[in-house]
């Protein structure tokens, strides 16, 4: 049974470019997590996707963007990126009505 | 505003007992939840309350008490592989995550 994917693994980039990352939830789940964890900080929410919709947002700008597709995986957009935005990119995915989320191994996001 | 505390560090001798303790406000309750973090990894799922009491799942227990807006975990029999953080989680009134900083668990030999 896999678990929850991500990819790339690691990313550099240089400030004002855009990034895309990509998730695969683990098999039977509907819903996808998005989450930006600082270093020494926990995750911060970032939006939640569920039957292909946005269904919540967390205080992030609209320069973070995203999508989630029919079966299930989900893309995080960055654009216009910052040095802020240099952070582990986490995505969790669960069953629209079960306690927990899981998270797969995270994208480590360096803008220079 | 919403606001989850835990201590930022704590140590502890290989084969002890350790309590790590959450102290929440926020906009609702739906649930908390801790999990774990080796340094570098995803955070993994360790407990989940909803309800006043402990909750028990082999060497790891979760306490919570609503009224007081407080949880604790409590780590047995510690080995040198339970080092890593420890992030608290609640669930708001809007179904989200808020989450804690986390607690940076040492263990010694």
């Known amino acids: 049974d896999a678990g929850v994917t991500q990819s790339p693994t690691h990313l550099i980039k240089t400030r004002g470019q855009q990034v895309t990352l990509r998730c695969s939830p683990k098999?039977?789940?509907?819903?996808v997590s998005w989450y930006q964890q600082a270093l020494g900080q926990g995750p911060q929410f970032i939006f939640q996707?569920?039957?292909?919709?946005?269904?919540q947002r967390g205080n992030f700008p609209d320069r973070f963007s995203g999508h989630q597709f029919p079966n299930y995986s989900s893309e995080l957009n960055v654009n216009a990126l910052l040095l802020g935005d240099s952070a582990l990119y986490l995505c969790?995915?669960?069953?629209?009505?079960?306690?927990?989320?899981?998270f797969g191994p995270g994208t480590r996001l360096t803008v220079t | 505003g919403q606001n989850i505390d835990q201590p930022t560090e704590m140590t502890a001798t290989e084969g002890a007992i350790v309590q790590i303790n959450c102290t929440y406000q926020?906009?609702?309750?739906?649930?908390l939840f801790w999990y774990q973090q080796h340094a570098g990894e995803a955070p993994t799922f360790l407990s989940y309350?909803?309800l006043d009491g402990l909750e028990e799942k082999g060497r790891f227990s979760s306490f919570l008490s609503r009224s007081k807006g407080y949880s604790y975990l409590l780590l047995k029999e510690l080995q040198m592989k339970d080092s890593a953080s420890y992030l608290c989680?609640?669930?708001?009134?809007?179904?989200?995550?808020?989450w804690g900083a986390g607690t940076k668990l040492i263990i010694k030999p």
């Open positions: 926020t906009s609702g309750f739906n649930g």
């Open positions: 309350n909803v």
């Open positions: 996707y569920y039957e292909e919709e946005e269904r």
């Open positions: 969790a995915s669960s069953l629209a009505s079960a306690q927990a989320q899981y």
């Open positions: 989680a609640v669930r708001d009134s809007n179904y989200q995550l808020i």
């Open positions: 098999s039977g789940h509907d819903t």
